[in-house]
């Protein structure tokens, strides 16, 4: 298990991280971590990752999360990395008026905040759920409700007061219709809108018609992803059985493709798992994304137990070059990557740019300036513009 | 909502939207140029801002950036503001008759196509004759024409459009390719404009050119004394209008036996005629009558508004009917019209634009008759018709002065021509409502309305100079 060289680079520490996860002893942590999908913590040089900490694989991890004094540190009993646990938003602990609190509507994931306004998925328990999908249900045998536009909008107000997240991420999942989600998402997406001058990215399914993806940016989306997870074609059947019959690989393509059009140069992004399709298969995925405008993002698959996806082996070594692939081809392609900001849960072109040797003086000025409140509201002001000019409402 | 996303270049569509603000700023910079320089020799520096409003107007109505009801308002708001006219004199000058007059033409028509009495004479008519494809066209062709003596062409067009739908729908006309379809449109369109010369009552145009007329000389014109002397034009530009559509687009279809259907079933459904159809019509004839007989006497307008009030008076129609009939709009831009008019004759803006710029070359009566009868009949194609009365009739009225002729002679020089606009779907409502029938493409709108523009003039300018001295319109010659 080795971590060699890891700790010099904390972009390549930040992958091996999320890869292995942490063993938490520090108490102060454990709590942290507590009923979240991970522990978010700041690495050197600005580093933001979501780190694996409660699966049963995380067990075995080289690495450990340690408290020196107040500090926070990562070691792996030889080298150590300053490591500071991002504070948990103030926010989650107070409730709407309605009473539901704030961190069951949104969950803050560095620049991004994600609000699943609805718990639904058709696929929910049944044989056409995606096989590495993480939400399970409660147990309860209650079915949980939707968000209220009203509630949302509390929520959406209370992360833009911290000052915690740039970016409202909205996602939804599968339900069976021509739209995607966006009907449902439509009222949420305007009233942020409204209310807030915030950019807004949609998780959504491919739509069947292209009208609807028309609609999603004349209603504000700011950034559309549709997130494939799978490039090669025959594990996609196998892993998301339900999305591959019902949707189809070939309409992520198209929808993505048509998306490009619409979308501003770089908003339009899709993630590729790394870890349940061979490194070679990603590289391709990312080809064919990047060639079509798409920015494609690369999240690390975290097995649950009994679903034991991941390809093997599958370590730091292997998977770096699938980062520097992603890079280097995103660069060439002249797609815009600097929009797609710092997420903890996932590592972004912009991120894998820190892998290549040199690349990283070179971004950082501009890193700093996207990252900015001026660099915000210029994307806020840009993109509105953008939606201004090019929207037309032919039909009330 | 159905959006459509424009994925044209950013920068395409910034300048698209940069040359809007450009346009006014240019403007802008224009007037006020032309407003403060020193004034040309003869010209008041009164005059001098009558002309500056009077191009601003004309480059706005043209171009179409705003409004023309906004920037007649704009003319109302800029005379006074400028000193031409006092201010308590341009406000009253938007209580012209013209202006009341077009009240009650567009509440007398609203109630008429209310009553349904329009749509029963129209599927009456075409019930009637329309046996045959040809008699069919003809029947469409002279309806619209006929109905357009009586009310506005625009609200006759709208009203036949969805029968000329149906019946082509019942023949299975292929939008786009069927000559029979395309003629249906054409017959309906160019019926309404041929017809709405007609008489005062076919389009606000005429009433305006009278309210100018009215306001800055003694000169009038009577509703049957127009009408005598156009008609002969109407009746050959309808046989011209007929055979040039006939030769363009030969009637292609043997029968027109699914047709008579739609219109045997949609005729079926009006029941027989109700009291108010009997009695709104019986209130229209009257109120020709009257115009006819009293319209010299105790004015138009008058007729007009007492017929609206009859109508009201017995609970006709309601004023929420009504309301959408009333076009606003139009009747604030003929408000401003005639203030710009008299802002023109009142500063001697107009006396002198005619003396430096058309009295060189426009020496005797007939050239500047054509002239202004081609520049109206031109610049309707492409601005609005009332727009062109209001930029043309005030300067006409001022050469009139010079060679003199009677003022009301120009009025028709371009009263009439102003109406008669053939070629494209933004000359008129008509056509527009044509062209939006995927029947009638604007490629065969130019080719027939070129052939009916260039007759329309020679026509019209024949009929003025050896019809009308029969009736006694004579001075031309003088």
Redesign the interface.
């Known amino acids: 298990m080795s971590t060699t060289g890891y700790f010099d680079n904390p972009w390549a520490l930040k992958i091996d991280l999320m890869l292995r996860g942490v063993r938490v002893v520090d108490p102060l942590a454990k709590a942290w971590a507590c009923g979240t999908t991970g522990i978010d913590m700041l690495l050197p040089e600005e580093t933001l990752v979501n780190i694996p900490c409660r699966e049963e694989f995380t067990e075995h991890s080289p690495y450990e999360l340690r408290r020196r004094g107040e500090c926070h540190y990562i070691t792996d009993g030889t080298e150590e990395a300053a490591a500071e646990i991002l504070p948990v938003p103030e926010f989650y602990s107070r409730k709407t008026t309605t009473g539901v609190p704030f961190g069951d509507i949104a969950v803050v994931h560095g620049s991004y905040t994600v609000i699943t306004p609805s718990p639904k998925c058709d696929f929910f328990d049944t044989d056409s759920a995606c096989r590495y999908c993480t939400i399970i249900p409660d147990g309860t045998g209650e079915p949980k409700r939707d968000f209220t536009v009203e509630e949302v909008l509390e929520a959406v107000g209370a992360v833009l007061k911290e000052g915690l997240s740039k970016i409202i991420y909205l996602s939804v999942g599968f339900t069976d219709g021509d739209d995607g989600g966006i009907e449902f998402l439509e009222p949420y997406i305007r009233a942020i809108k409204k209310h807030h001058s915030c950019l807004v990215a949609v998780e959504a399914l491919p739509p069947k018609k292209n009208?609807w993806i028309?609609?999603t940016?004349?209603l504000g989306a700011d950034s559309i992803l549709y997130n494939m997870g799978i490039y090669d074609p025959e594990l996609f059947e196998v892993i998301c059985p339900g999305r591959a019959e019902l949707v189809g690989r070939q309409r992520y393509l198209d929808a993505l493709k048509y998306a490009v059009?619409?979308f501003p140069n770089g908003t339009v992004a899709s993630h590729l798992i790394v870890g349940l399709e061979p490194p070679g298969s990603t590289r391709i995925g990312i080809d064919c994304l990047t060639k079509m405008g798409v920015v494609p993002i690369l999240p690390i698959y975290r097995p649950r137990p009994g679903r034991a996806l991941r390809i093997e082996p599958l370590t730091t070594e292997i998977i770096i070059p699938v980062f520097k692939h992603l890079y280097t081809t995103v660069k060439k392609s002249g797609v815009n990557f600097k929009w797609v900001r710092d997420i903890s849960m996932v590592t972004t072109p912009a991120e894998a740019s820190m892998l290549m040797e040199g690349a990283a003086g070179e971004l950082t000025p501009l890193k700093n300036f996207y990252s900015s409140r001026f660099g915000l509201k210029a994307a806020w002001g840009l993109s509105t513009i953008?939606r201004k000019?090019?929207?037309?409402?032919?039909?009330? | 909502m159905k959006v459509e996303i424009d994925t044209r270049s950013i920068w395409v569509l910034l300048a698209i939207k940069a040359l809007r603000p450009l346009f006014f700023i240019l403007v802008a910079i224009g007037f006020w140029a032309v407003t403060t320089m020193e004034p040309a020799e003869g010209l008041t520096p009164s005059g001098q801002r009558a002309i500056g409003i009077f191009l601003l107007c004309l480059v706005l109505w043209v171009s179409n950036m705003v409004p023309v009801a906004i920037t007649s308002l704009l003319a109302i708001v800029l005379v006074p503001l400028l000193g031409i006219v006092p201010k308590s004199e341009t406000y009253a000058l938007f209580g012209n008759e013209a202006v009341f007059f077009i009240l009650g033409a567009f509440i007398l028509a609203g109630a008429v196509m209310h009553s349904g009495l329009s749509n029963r004479i129209a599927l009456v008519m075409m019930r009637r004759y329309g046996h045959s494809p040809r008699r069919l066209l003809v029947s469409i062709f002279l309806l619209a024409a006929v109905l357009s003596f009586f009310m506005s062409e625009h609200a006759v067009a709208a009203m036949l459009l969805p029968i000329a739908l149906d019946i082509s729908k019942a023949l299975g006309l292929r939008p786009g390719r069927s000559n029979y379809g395309k003629l249906l449109f054409f017959a309906l369109a160019w019926g309404s404009v041929i017809g709405g010369v007609a008489t005062f009552l076919g389009g606000a145009r005429v009433p305006l050119a009278l309210g100018i007329l009215e306001e800055t000389t003694d000169s009038t014109i009577g509703f049957i004394e127009y009408t005598v002397a156009v008609f002969p034009l109407v009746v050959v530009l309808l046989i011209v209008g007929y055979l040039v559509l006939t030769r363009i687009f030969p009637v292609d279809i043997p029968d027109v036996a699914k047709a008579m259907g739609v219109i045997e079933k949609r005729a079926k459904g009006l029941g027989k005629l109700r009291y108010s159809e009997y009695a709104v019509g019986t209130v229209m004839l009257l109120t020709i009558v009257a115009w006819s007989t009293l319209g010299h006497t105790i004015g138009l307008s008058t007729v007009s508004l007492i017929a609206v009030a009859v109508l009201f008076v017995f609970r006709l129609v309601r004023w929420k009917n009504i309301e959408e009939y009333v076009n606003w709009g139009i009747i604030l831009m003929y408000g401003g019209a005639i203030i710009l008019g008299s802002a023109l004759d009142k500063s001697g803006a107009a006396r002198w634009i005619v003396e430096s710029a058309i009295s060189d070359w426009a020496t005797t009566p007939w050239a500047v008759f054509a002239v202004f009868s081609f520049l109206a009949i031109a610049l309707t194609e492409s601005m609005s018709n009332a727009a062109v009365i209001a930029v043309l009739v005030p300067v006409s009225i001022g050469m009139s002065d010079n060679l003199g002729l009677d003022p009301a002679l120009l009025t028709y020089a371009i009263a009439v021509p102003a109406g008669l606009a053939f070629m494209l779907p933004m000359s008129t409502p008509a056509n527009a409502i044509a062209v939006s029938s995927g029947y009638v493409t604007v490629k065969d709108m130019v080719k027939g309305g070129f052939i009916m523009f260039v007759t329309a003039w020679i026509v019209f300018n024949l009929v003025a100079a050896f019809y009308w001295p029969l009736i006694g319109l004579g001075g031309l010659g003088r």
């Open positions: 009208r028309d609609r940016y004349a059009g619409i953008r000019l090019r929207v037309k409402n032919t039909e009330a």
